[in-house]
């Protein structure tokens, strides 16, 4: 059910930037490519953890953007598997593709009587790429290979310009992990563990005005 609506909102977004676009075909478009630094906690093998990355983005007139992006995780969080597998920490990471877009929020009337833009938008995103974990036990060690899943991550936040070339935005978003390897189903990790809400928090640094 969570998934179905985080879906069904980002068609929805999807839908009115395009339409945005639309309108506004005939000027020349305005492109900028940003460095977007993150930070997120996530579910990762069934417990919520910290992690950050950076994202490399192209944006066009300020409505849609695509870039790249790699995250993480940072803490180590053990679990114990028992006497056959004993406490072990999933080193997790995952990188891939990123789409999305701004939703405006209108226009506002100053002090002074002039009409203004708003300087906080919607935006709406769907990171898909691959996710990699492997474990280490107690003492650092390296205890299995790296196993391999496609994640898609579906998010919904708000971006406010806070100077000439940042922003920052914060949000919302929804992991859901595919296709993992049956022998870790065996013991108990599943895509479920990988899958659930998260927040995140992030800022754009633009390279251009």
């Not at 870039?67 to 598997?81: A, M, N, V, W």
């Not at 593709?97 to 929020?105: E, Q, S, T």
């Not at 990171?127 to 060690?141: A, K, P």
């Not at 579906?154 to 595919?178: C, D, W």
């Amino acid at each position: 059910m969570k998934k179905t609506f985080f879906i069904t909102i980002l068609l929805l977004f999807s839908l009115s930037i395009f339409a945005q676009i639309d309108k506004r075909k005939q000027v020349s478009p305005r492109i900028n490519v940003s460095l977007v630094p993150h930070v997120e906690f996530i579910k990762v093998a069934g417990n919520m953890n910290l992690a950050a990355g950076v994202s490399v983005i192209t944006t066009i007139n300020n409505l849609v953007y695509y870039g790249f992006y790699l995250t993480k995780k940072l803490q180590k969080d053990y679990i114990d598997f028992g006497e056959n597998g004993g406490k072990l920490d999933f080193s997790h990471q995952h990188y891939g593709v990123v789409v999305g877009g701004y939703i405006p929020l209108g226009i506002y009337r100053g002090t002074d009587g002039r009409y203004m833009k708003r300087k906080t938008v919607l935006t709406c995103s769907a990171n898909f790429g691959h996710s990699v974990f492997w474990t280490n036990n107690e003492g650092g060690e390296k205890v299995s290979s790296r196993e391999y899943f496609y994640t898609l991550q579906p998010s919904i936040g708000a971006t406010r310009q806070i100077s000439k070339f940042i922003f920052v935005e914060a949000g919302v978003r929804y992991p859901i992990a595919l296709r993992i390897d049956p022998e870790w189903e065996a013991k108990n990790i599943t895509n479920n563990e990988f899958t659930g809400p998260g927040v995140y928090l992030s800022l754009r640094f633009n390279l251009f005005h």
